[in-house]
């Protein structure tokens, strides 16, 4: 089944375009130097994520976990002209391996990098997004859902990630695991609330698409 599974996610690889040499470069750098390699997006997460940016045509964007970056630039690259994209990162020690990047791939004017806790930052930030990208602390998931719905407008998009994680939402959980925890209450929250369509894309490690009524 795994080699099926393998050969399969080859052949889709090969059938989408190309990888950008920039954001290959980024992953590959991330994989050398950086803890949790495994949480960076990847090309095919990527190519979705540019896609449903210039699907909706959006203008502003809120990313929740730069991470080492390459989903904020994937993210950035839908934008419509004159877009901007805020993303928001605990980790500061990835900062600069991010702005290397953002810079390469001449994102720099449309990329606004914030340090620290996205609970604390999302209260101070006055724009209206078109689209939310979550990938930060799962425990926090359902925190960040309850600060963003109610500022955005009808029509405005949340993606949230790891949703399925790693086959976690069907076994039996630990007592001490929160992170799954924190999945779950997220996954069940979003299911029982009205306010919001939304479906679960089996991609990855599982990828939620919300879209506010």
Request: hydrophobic share 40%; net charge negative; proline share 1%.
């Amino acid at each position: 089944m795994m080699d099926r599974e393998r050969e399969l996610e080859k052949y889709i690889l090969d059938h989408i375009d190309e990888e950008d040499p920039v954001l290959h470069e980024l992953d590959r750098e991330t994989h050398l130097k950086v803890l949790g390699a495994r949480m960076l997006s990847g090309h095919l997460q990527g190519k979705v994520l540019t896609m449903i940016s210039k699907m909706i045509g959006a203008k502003r964007i809120l990313e929740l976990g730069t991470f080492t970056g390459y989903s904020a630039i994937c993210l950035a690259r839908g934008l419509k002209e004159n877009g901007k994209l805020v993303t928001i990162e605990m980790d500061d020690e990835l900062e600069s391996l991010a702005r290397k990047y953002f810079e390469k791939a001449g994102l720099l004017d449309k990329i606004d990098q914030r340090i620290g806790s996205a609970l604390e930052i999302i209260p101070t930030l006055s724009d209206k997004f078109d689209l939310v990208f979550i990938d930060a602390d799962k425990r926090e998931y359902l925190q960040y859902y309850h600060l963003l719905i109610d500022r955005l407008d009808s029509g405005a998009y949340i993606l949230a990630d790891n949703t399925l994680w790693s086959g976690k939402v069907l076994e039996k959980m630990a007592a001490d695991d929160e992170q799954t925890q924190g999945i779950l209450e997220f996954n069940a929250a979003i299911k029982n609330d009205h306010r919001v369509e939304k479906v679960i894309l089996p991609l990855r490690d599982g990828m939620t698409l919300i879209r506010k009524k």
